[in-house]
């Protein structure tokens, strides 16, 4: 993916443009919402703030997106909506197998 986007958008200039969220707990301690990757969980997940206007997000529409990417089977097991032509639908049996027809 990295190799597709880089000379489309240039990667660092998106990752200074919408950053990893963080959020202050305690005596001024910064934490980054995210989740490194590792070979026992074979994903990672990062939330991105798609709207720095907002300081304080706590809606949806405040812009915080979460983005996990890894191995198929450790994604779609945490899926519960697929959006199919804009329209979230339920991530049921069905819509699972067809998923993983399609990866396989």
Do not use: W
């Not at 529409?61 to 983005?67: R, S, T, V």
């Amino acid at each position: 993916m990295i190799k597709f986007v880089e000379p489309i958008v240039g990667l660092d200039k998106e990752r200074h443009r919408y950053p990893t969220f963080s959020y202050t707990v305690g005596d001024n301690k910064q934490i980054e919402a995210l989740i490194p990757f590792s070979s026992e969980i074979k994903f990672n997940m990062f939330v991105r703030d798609m709207n720095n206007k907002e300081v304080n997000p706590k809606t949806k529409k405040d812009g915080l997106c979460i983005f996990m990417k890894g191995a198929p089977e450790r994604i779609l097991n945490r899926c519960s909506k697929i959006l199919i032509n804009g329209e979230e639908r339920p991530f049921d049996d069905q819509a699972r197998k067809d998923v993983n027809d399609a990866n396989d």
